[in-house]
């Protein structure tokens, strides 16, 4: 839709005319705005300035640390480029002084032969144009012609003014997002070069995990097998309790090492990433402790849970880990009772697994999910990397794990999972 065109009853065609010109100059001012990189923005403004101005030549000086350089010039038509950028005092056809002069007092100024001390003779007229942005200096445009009457001859007054207070806006946004640019990449590679070692250190660990089973199973089997033989002669009890050691060490150094694999793997996906039957994968888990569940008389109330999204080996692992340590770190006077409950909060499932237990006081609700932490001493208790490997994988999909206070008197291990699939 076309605004209509209002004209002053003094105005003339002169003066539309100069009305028009400026609207066409502060228009391709704001087109600066758009120009990805320094080096195209300072192309542009000389054009710019050169199609208004009418000059014959003009220098582009931006500041570096308060330090001018030039950058580029265009003289008859002809770009020169400064790349590396000159010294203001590296032309010997610039008038310096004047230049100098209009950046130190941040106002444009002309400069000729009436102007002796800032525009020696021999140079032809022209005009400085600071650029300030903000009380603070961008840099500077020198235009030149061979006669005064050629620079913005044709346009309105103010207009240099204008058009040099957009280009330093300009100048200003084109630095500020290449400054961006460069952070933000130089924070990609950093991230980058941070992820392959990570990834580069998982492949180790779990190659070395992998290597380590093997003697840790030679260890089992061989000292199994010396008990049996030594069993015989009773003259060999020290050695018999000797080999009970060596046993019990390749037990535990090869639960451990199952472990620290199963924490390593905890934040790969082993299986399809879909909404899951909370419900079903708890019903596998308590399938898989149903000797201890029976050894311990274990009273178990699985209340009404939310769908989560993610794979069932991890979930299953998860109410695994929660149950065990529930059925381990029990009461002795009483039977454990476990309750699971949960609820779906704003696309998210928050699921608790309480007990009657012993309870983790405050001050160790957080060390408790560290890799090798067991806060008591217990014959039945593993390898202290449990609780590790469920916060990682809580933590493998935006989730977050706490400790409470159950309300049946021990510990309730609250954990929260999306309940569907996060937005591409």
């Known amino acids: 839709m076309t605004e209509p065109l209002c004209i002053h009853p003094q105005t003339g065609p ?44 003009a220098v582009l000086i931006l500041l570096t640390d308060q330090i001018p350089e030039i950058i580029l010039e265009i003289d008859a038509g002809q770009p020169i480029h400064h790349d590396p950028t000159t010294p203001l005092e590296g032309i010997k056809n610039l008038p310096v002084a ?7 007092n941040g106002i444009p100024l002309k400069t000729g032969q009436e102007n002796p001390y800032l525009m020696p003779s021999g140079f032809a007229v022209g005009l400085c144009l600071p650029f300030i942005h903000q009380d603070t200096p961008e840099g500077f445009l020198y235009l030149e012609h061979e006669t005064a009457e050629h ?42 070069r941070a992820n392959r070692a990570c990834a580069d250190l998982s ?28 069993r015989e002669d009773m003259d060999h009890q020290e050695a018999l309790l000797s ?20 924490y390593l793997a905890a934040a790969e996906t082993r299986g399809l990433m879909i909404q899951q039957n909370t419900r079903a994968a708890m019903e596998m888990a308590l399938y898989k402790l149903n000797r201890l569940l029976q050894q311990t008389g274990a009273i178990i109330e699985v209340q009404s849970l939310p769908a989560v999204y993610l794979d069932q080996p991890r979930l299953v692992e998860i109410f695994q880990i929660l149950l065990e340590n529930a059925l381990i770190y029990r009461l002795q006077h009483e039977p454990p009772r476990i309750r699971v409950s949960g609820k779906s909060i704003s696309n998210v499932a928050r699921i608790v697994v309480a007990d009657n237990g012993p309870g983790i006081a405050e001050t160790y609700r957080l060390k408790v999910f560290d890799v090798f932490e067991r806060l008591h001493k217990n014959p039945e ?44």
């Open 381 to 424: 208790a593993g390898t202290g990397i449990g609780l590790a490997i469920v916060r990682r994988i809580v933590e493998s999909r935006q989730g977050k794990i706490t400790i409470e206070t159950a309300d049946l008197g021990g510990t309730a291990i609250v954990f929260e999972l999306p309940d569907e699939s996060p937005s591409p």
């Open 243 to 262: 080999l009970k050691f060596i046993h019990d060490g390749a037990t535990r150094m090869r639960n451990l090492v199952r472990d620290i694999e199963r």
């Open 151 to 192: 620079l913005f001859h044709k346009a309105p007054s103010g207009l240099p003014e204008l058009m040099a207070l957009q280009t330093a806006l300009a100048i200003n946004h084109v630095r500020l997002r290449s400054t961006l640019e460069k952070e933000v990449q130089a924070r990609q590679r950093a991230e980058n």
């Open 203 to 230: 492949l180790f660990s779990r190659i070395s995990a992998h290597h380590l089973q093997e003697p840790t199973r030679h260890l089992l089997i061989y000292s199994r097998r010396l008990d049996q033989l030594m």
């Open 14 to 57: 002169q003066d539309q005319c100069k009305a028009d010109e400026m609207t066409a100059a502060l228009k391709a001012c704001g087109h600066l705005f758009h120009h990805p990189r320094p080096d195209l923005l300072a192309l542009a403004i000389l054009e710019t300035f050169i199609r208004f101005s009418g000059a014959r030549r």
């Open 98 to 104: 004047a230049l100098h002069h209009a950046i130190r």
